[in-house]
C-alpha cells in the first residue's frame, strides 16, 4: 500500500539534545511537507520541499533543520535552539496536482524531559 | 496577511446534521478545502472546492462557499459518532493556510 510513515510514534527530548523525526512516502510524490500543530493553533508549517535536494523555510522554520537527498525521505531535525519543541509534528507530501492534495503521515509526538 | 478562522467546539446528536463554519481573508485563493483529523492521527483530505463554485456535494457532506462574504461551510447530513473528530478548513492561494480546526463532538 503507498502511503507516508513517520517514526517514531512518541519522541523525548533532553535539554540540549538534537533530534530526529523520521518521514518516509512510496507515493511517488515530489512535494512534501512538515507542519508543527499546536492545541487550538492549527497547523503551521515549518519547512517544504519541492524537489531533490531543495528545501525552503516554512513561517517558523527557526530551530529547525531538514534535509532532502531522497525523493522519499525528508527527515526533521529539532535543534537545542528550539526552546518551545513539544507539539505533534506532522509530515505530509504531495504530487503536485494542482488542487492540492496533501496526504498525511500519523504524526509524531514531541515532548521535552 | 492571510488568515483562516473557526470556531474551536461544536456539539450536536446522532442523526442531526453539523454544520461548520470557516472564515477567510484572502479573496485570491483558488481552492479551499475540508480536512479531517481524527485523535492522535494526521489529517485526511475530506472535500474542496474551486474558488469559482458555490456548491459542492459530496455524499453526506456539503460544501457551501459564499465568496462576497469569504465564507466556507461544511455540512455533515445524518451525524454519526464516527464523524467524532477535529475539522480543518485550508485555504491556497501561494501555498495552503489551515484554520484551527473545530473539534466535532457527536453525542448518542
Known amino acids: 500500500d503507498g502511503g507516508i510513515t513517520q517514526s517514531p510514534k512518541y519522541l523525548f527530548r533532553k535539554e540540549g539534545q538534537n533530534v530526529t523525526l523520521s518521514c518516509e512516502q512510496n507515493?511517488?510524490?515530489?512535494?512534501m511537507y512538515w507542519y508543527r500543530q499546536d492545541p487550538g493553533q492549527g497547523l503551521r508549517l515549518i519547512y517544504y520541499s519541492q524537489i531533490v535536494n531543495d528545501f525552503q523555510k516554512g513561517d517558523i522554520a527557526e530551530g529547525y533543520s531538514v534535509s532532502r537527498e531522497k525523493k522519499e525521505s525528508f527527515p526533521l531535525t529539532v535543534t537545542s535552539a528550539q526552546k518551545n519543541p513539544t507539539a505533534f509534528y506532522l509530515c505530509?507530501?504531495?504530487?503536485?496536482?494542482?488542487?492540492?492534495?496533501?496526504?498525511f503521515g500519523s504524526g509524531t509526538q514531541l515532548s521535552v524531559l | 496577511g492571510e488568515d483562516v478562522e473557526q470556531s474551536l467546539f461544536l456539539s450536536v446528536r446522532e442523526g442531526d446534521s453539523s454544520v461548520i463554519n470557516c472564515t477567510y481573508t484572502?479573496?485570491?485563493?483558488?481552492?479551499l478545502y475540508w480536512y479531517k483529523q481524527e485523535p492522535g492521527a494526521g489529517l485526511q483530505l475530506l472535500t474542496y472546492i474551486f474558488s469559482n463554485m458555490d456548491m459542492k456535494q459530496d455524499q453526506r457532506l456539503t460544501v457551501l462557499l459564499n465568496k462576497k462574504d469569504k465564507h466556507l461551510s461544511l455540512r455533515i447530513a445524518d451525524t454519526q459518532t464516527g464523524d467524532s473528530a477535529i475539522y480543518f478548513c485550508a485555504e491556497k492561494e501561494r501555498k495552503l493556510i489551515f484554520g484551527q480546526g473545530t473539534e466535532l463532538s457527536v453525542k448518542p
Open positions: 505530509a507530501s504531495s504530487g503536485g496536482q494542482g488542487y492540492e492534495k496533501l496526504f
Open positions: 507515493l511517488n510524490h515530489d512535494a
Open positions: 484572502d479573496s485570491s485563493s483558488t481552492y
